[in-house]
């Protein structure tokens, strides 16, 4: 079965009742719990302030090396690392006076822990898994997962970094960088992204509506975050939470300084948006004086960022480079009359992922990273690394005989005995319809197999003829190899799209190499 894990790494996922779900993978039991994996657990939970358990089996060893081992974890326990262990083993069940800690519990096998009433008290706790093979960690691990889902979209956050870290190289040391975590961060996940990218040190965020800042700001993200889409009704949540507004009409900046007035604020930090040719919003360079008239008369808002937004900077040719350049222009006089007016300086911004690559020369005081954070960019998108991942695993095998259909309206036609294998992945989950029949393939042990029938909304089908496929056996639909590019460009669309429509019941697991 191709089930066998290829990279010692650390996997973080949802877990039951509030709680965090770390499971490390490396194969040095001695060296990674003590220098990597708590470290780990640590940060992890000093992010969302849970507590941090640690379940732990024996390992395999002679005399000497389980000695050093039970010593490292009573250095661990000694020196707070955690505040509660579980250990599985008959090992370490006949040492248990050796660690001195009050929240312990010792179990013989993993039966044992599992038949336990031990499940049910985990809440709120970040919890590392410690496991050797031999103790079924992947058992262990499917009772704490809030999904329990055999499709899974892995987000790398190693290969995020390396992205963030290309385009910064393109900017000036002074540049701020705001990362872009609307529609769940691409549909990765925001609050584990926005996490990432605080420990990671940009300078700002960048959401789609108030609820999504919210959302961040309940999860213990202290960045700066801009709401780029705020609605009058939620100007409450705002102020409480901190969230800065895009302004991008007369209307909504006259609601914004009223409420700021009635709530008592002064210099609430707001941001202007100019339209520059996109025209979908923003001010426009004759707004200009009545702008200022406003701005000028009150205390409650004051403008700590102009920008705006790039309409073709991701189409390299001759006539979309002419217009990018024309908004950039227009961009930068509306900017510095607006900042002329009022009498003070403010960020300005209009790079997007694209233009950080194309137009760096106009940089001006912060970008705007997006897509490009997934590894996704117009060019040279062979120097970024992809960063999301999406299986499944085979949930049934079936031989079908020539002449049959497969799937509903019998659009799957079998022309030769096939071997299906059944995938719980379906267009609920986010899968297309129009890739089934054949249009769209998944991966097999590299072997690109095709999807055969109608989409269904939990499940599609796949041939595996010929391939000694097994139930449990992994199906890749996107990954480093398979890239989510080409996924899109066979449905005549762009990847923002394929990935903020993958579901939420598909489980989201976030790692580190």
């Known amino acids: 079965m191709n089930n066998q894990i290829k990279t010692p790494r650390y996997e973080v996922e949802a877990g039951i009742n509030g709680c965090l779900l770390i499971r490390d993978t490396h194969n040095s039991d001695l060296t990674s719990l003590t220098k990597h994996a708590l470290g780990f657990l640590e940060q992890q ?6 507590k941090r358990t640690l379940i732990v089996s024996d390992i395999d060893g002679n005399e000497v090396v ?5 010593a490292n974890i009573r250095q ?25 800690i009050q929240d312990k ?6 039966r044992d822990f599992l038949a336990s009433e031990e499940l049910s008290t985990f809440h709120n706790e970040a919890i590392l898994l410690k496991i050797s093979p031999k103790f079924h960690p992947r058992r262990i691990q499917s009772h704490l997962q809030q999904l329990a889902h055999d499709t899974v979209l892995e987000i790398n956050f190693d290969a995020m970094f390396h992205n963030i870290d290309y385009f910064r190289s393109k900017l000036n040391p002074t540049t701020k960088l705001m990362c872009m975590v609307k529609a769940s961060a691409y549909g990765s996940g925001s609050v584990e992204v926005a996490q990432a990218m605080q420990h990671y040190g ?33 100007l409450h949540h705002l102020f409480r939470y901190h969230l ?3 302004i991008c009409s007369f209307h909504f900046l006259h609601i914004m300084i009223k409420e700021a007035q009635r709530h008592g604020l002064v210099d609430y930090p707001i941001h202007i948006k ?8 923003g001010f426009e360079a004759e707004d200009i004086p009545q702008l200022l008239a406003i701005l000028n008369n009150q205390q409650a808002v004051r403008v700590v960022s102009a920008f705006s937004h790039l309409a073709a900077a991701d189409e390299p040719n001759p006539e979309m480079d002419a217009f990018t350049m024309q908004q950039i222009r227009l961009f930068k006089q509306n900017a510095d009359s607006l900042q002329v007016g009022l009498g003070y300086s403010f960020l300005k911004h209009i790079l997007n992922t694209a233009g950080i690559e194309r137009f760096s020369d106009y940089q001006f005081d912060m970008v705007r990273l997006g897509i490009g954070l997934w590894g996704v960019n117009c060019v040279n998108e062979q120097k970024l690394r992809n960063v999301c991942s999406l299986s499944t695993r085979i949930m049934q095998l079936k031989t079908v005989k020539a002449g049959d259909t497969v799937g509903y309206n019998r659009r799957g036609k079998i022309t030769h005995e096939t071997e299906i294998a059944l995938l719980p992945l379906g267009y609920a989950d986010g899968m297309d319809r129009r890739l089934g029949n054949g249009v769209g393939s998944v991966f097999y042990n590299g072997t690109r197999v095709p999807i055969v029938g109608n989409i269904c909304m939990d499940l599609l089908m796949i041939d595996v003829t010929g391939l000694n496929a097994e139930v449990g056996d992994e199906v890749v639909v996107f990954n480093d190899e398979y890239r989510l590019s080409d996924m899109a460009s066979l449905l005549l669309t762009i990847p923002y799209e394929v990935l903020t429509s993958i579901s939420p019941r598909v489980r989201r697991v976030y790692f580190r190499e």
Request: aromatic fraction near 12%; hydrophobic fraction near 45%; charge should be negative.
């Open 105 to 110: 519990a010792f179990f013989r096998t993993t």
């Open 76 to 100: 661990v326990i000694k020196n707070n690392l955690v505040n509660r262990v579980i250990f599985i083993g008959s090992e370490l069940y006949s040492q248990s006076k050796l660690f001195d």
């Open 244 to 246: 800065e507004p895009e």
């Open 274 to 281: 100019f339209d520059t040719g996109m025209h979908r919003a």
């Open 202 to 234: 940009v300078n700002y965020l960048g959401v789609a509506f108030v609820n999504e800042g919210v959302e961040l700001r309940q999860a213990g993200i202290q960045l700066p975050i801009i709401v780029l889409d705020p609605m009058d009704s939620a």
């Open 45 to 50: 939970s000093a992010n969302q302030n849970l």
């Open 66 to 70: 389980c000695e050093m081992f039970y």
